[in-house]
T-cell receptor, first 117, second 117 residues
């Protein structure tokens, strides 16, 4: 089945130690998103790619970087994780349609739950 | 100002009964889409139902229906015949047009639904 796969499911890292989360998709979707979700909160968009075009949200900390080497893969790099970065990280994809029909839902992976020691 | 408002942080419903989860939205766009997602405790976000701003009929998907009242800017989710497996967080989201043509959904804070046996 076509899907969005996030690895790992759970990640534990040390304070200040760089960590990379990965996302792959078999849907061939144009757009890939990274969200941060803290307990009992809505997902917060960090950035998204429209094909190779990178779009950073204005309030995303510099500590968070992303790479999309090809259509299928997208990575989230946290350069120096702090305790406040402990969260669920969700990757999502969507297929862009023309303006006037935005009925394509986002397809989410299962998420990576990041813990900071 | 919040674009998506979900006023019910928590809801309880008896198994087999119907429940309505509220969602109001704020946009000046004429073309937009409204989505509902379910997030079980395991973390994955599952797409449930979509309503387009130009759709005249309320969307339905199995036990899920969307009560769309455009003039009131509300898009409430109705779950009929609740099941224990419906216990989860439910997020309402809206997609508007954005400069450059990339549709970026905005999520509400979510409603926690607990279904009692």
């Amino acid at each position: 089945d076509a899907m969005v796969i996030q690895n790992p499911r759970y990640q534990v890292t040390q304070f200040g130690k760089p960590v990379t989360l990965s996302c792959s998709q078999t849907l061939n979707h144009n757009v890939m998103y990274w969200y941060q979700q803290k307990s009992s909160q809505a997902p917060k968009l960090l950035f998204h790619y429209y094909d190779k075009d990178f779009n950073n949200e204005a309030d995303t900390p510099d500590n968070f970087q992303s790479r999309r080497p090809n259509t299928s893969f997208c990575f989230l790099d946290i350069r120096s994780p702090g305790l406040g970065d402990a969260a669920m990280y969700l990757c999502a994809t969507s297929r862009l349609r023309d303006l006037g029909s935005g009925n394509q839902p986002q397809h989410f992976g299962d998420g990576t739950r990041l813990s900071i020691l | 100002a919040q674009k998506i408002t979900q006023t019910q942080p928590g809801m309880f419903v008896q198994e087999k009964e119907a429940v309505t989860l509220d969602c109001t939205y704020d946009t000046s766009d004429q073309s937009y889409g409204l989505f509902w997602y379910k997030q079980p405790s395991s973390g994955e976000m599952i797409f449930l139902i979509y309503q387009g701003s130009y759709d005249e009929q309320n969307a339905t998907e199995g036990r899920y229906s969307l009560n769309f009242q455009k003039a009131r800017k509300s898009a409430n989710l109705v779950i009929s015949a609740s099941q224990l497996g419906d216990s989860a967080m439910y997020f309402c989201a809206m997609r508007e047009g954005r400069a450059g043509g990339s549709y970026i959904p905005t999520f509400g804070r979510g409603t926690s639904l607990i279904v009692h046996p």
